[in-house]
């Protein structure tokens, strides 16, 4: 078996291929691609398994390339899809593509001389020229609306299954600009495969047919399987529907981190499998271990630590587990101080807060920022009796009546944690 396609294999992934796809990959060196659609301004982890099947492309020694659909983008993608996407303004649409392309030269190898490194291409480049009428004149009779139509995307959306309103003529295109791509890679980058997840095999085998009738030439199609949670659920999304995006600036490294540690027993052992690197061995070592004490959690965080390494890298990973153990006790004060403030506040999400001038908390005593500045307590009486029973703590360590705040104490220069026993915390913004 062809060790890329044995690889996707035993981790899960693989889903489909169109006959000749190993033979093809076992004859030579094949460049094959992954297209990317800027519907933002950051990819978000649901995206992450295709940038890793490229990464193992690659590493296999294949040519990766990744498309950015700066064309493609300004239509939307059909697949999966119950509604018409809302368009983009140009201005937009550039911006999304500019943030993507420095996303993705992260992940892939697009340096030395090698054969195989990566490439990056968007797909406007060679749309932008092209007229309608010789689009429609010079692609569009090579393939039949009943061929078209027959595709799963498109009889989903006609149909009106799972609540879909129809399409458009514009999403109708969609698939034979995806098709055209295929064409223009394969004529003037060798591209001879395309892979993505199982809703692209309409899309992607629409590019094979273009590629036969037009130039008599062979490429091949190969899906993955798309991400589920164990119970169903979609992948990459927060219990509020939120996306956990690579960007981390809209998704901290703490949080991301979170994601994948918080991860069930079984979700862990499929995703240690889908998003690391770790070989087989190592995988099902890890696994045997964590069936002997799934309390401990070590499969989780070594997803985590993995996942999260990738991502962020390494020192973004250690910020991440210093502020993971605060809420644990297992971090000093000065992890807690080190902190930013998006990670801060989301460590400690839902806690109440009040604004306070920080002059006023720096010149004045602790028992009465603790009750009448703050009203995180009844009165001052209360405050000296949970002090004498040692109940107050500043920033996660005990502090007595006689302590005095001083600048050092100000998570990212601005916040202070109070707490009064174990789960009890207030935070005071100093402004």
């Given amino acids: 078996m062809n060790a890329f396609i044995e690889e996707l294999k ?3 992934l693989y889903a489909d291929s169109m006959p000749g796809t190993e033979k093809q990959l076992d004859k030579e060196m094949t ?4 297209g990317f659609d800027p519907t933002a301004d950051s990819l978000h982890i649901g995206s992450l398994i295709q940038i890793k099947i490229l990464a193992h492309f690659q590493q296999h020694g294949h040519k990766p390339i990744a498309l950015v659909g700066g064309a493609t983008g300004m239509i939307g993608d059909p697949s999966g899809k119950s509604n ?3 368009l983009l303004d140009e201005a937009t ?6 943030c993507l392309k420095g996303q993705l ?9 090698e054969a195989n490194k990566a490439e990056l291409v968007n797909n406007f480049d060679w749309i932008k020229n ?6 429609v004149r010079d692609i569009g009779k090579n ?4 061929y078209m139509m027959a595709k799963e995307s498109v009889k989903k959306r006609l149909t009106g299954e799972n609540g879909a309103e129809g399409m458009s003529f514009t999403e109708f295109t969609y698939q034979l600009l995806q098709g055209f791509d295929f064409l223009h890679l394969y004529q003037n980058n060798n591209v001879k495969l395309q892979m993505g997840g199982t809703d692209q095999w309409g899309n992607i085998t629409t590019g094979t047919e273009l590629i036969r009738r037009k130039v008599q030439g062979e490429a091949f199609a190969l899906t993955v399987n798309l991400i589920t949670k164990s119970d169903g659920s979609k992948f990459g999304k927060s219990e509020a529907g939120e996306n956990y995006w690579l960007d981390p600036k809209k998704t901290s490294p703490y949080k991301f981190y979170q994601f994948w540690v918080n991860s069930t027993d079984e979700d862990a052992e499929r995703f240690i499998k889908y998003y690391t690197f770790l070989s087989e061995e190592t995988i099902n070592d890890l696994i045997k271990t964590h069936r002997e004490a799934p309390h401990e959690r070590q499969l989780q965080k070594k997803l985590g630590e993995e996942v999260t390494v990738w991502v962020h890298g390494k020192e973004e990973f250690e910020k991440a587990v210093k502020a993971s153990n605060i809420l644990f006790g297992k971090s000093t004060a000065e992890d807690l101080v080190a902190l930013d403030e998006a990670t801060f506040l989301e460590i400690f999400s839902g806690v109440p807060q009040k604004e306070i001038s920080k002059s006023e908390i720096l010149s004045g005593n602790i028992v009465d920022l603790l009750s009448e500045q703050s009203g995180f307590l009844k009165s001052k009486g209360e405050a000296r009796r949970d002090f004498a029973g040692n109940a107050i703590s500043l920033n996660k360590e005990k ?3 006689d302590y005095q705040i001083t600048e050092k104490d100000f998570v990212d220069h601005q916040f202070l944690l109070l707490q009064k026993g174990k789960k009890n915390y207030f935070i005071v913004k100093g402004i």
């Fill in 10 to 12: 035993w981790r899960g």
């Fill in 31 to 34: 460049t094959g691609y992954i």
């Fill in 84 to 86: 018409e996407r809302n």
């Fill in 93 to 98: 649409l550039n911006h999304y593509v500019s």
């Fill in 105 to 113: 030269s992260q992940f892939l190898n697009f340096d030395g001389n």
């Fill in 130 to 135: 092209i007229s309608f009428l010789d689009f």
């Fill in 143 to 146: 393939l039949t609306v009943n």
């Fill in 399 to 401: 502090i007595t009546e």
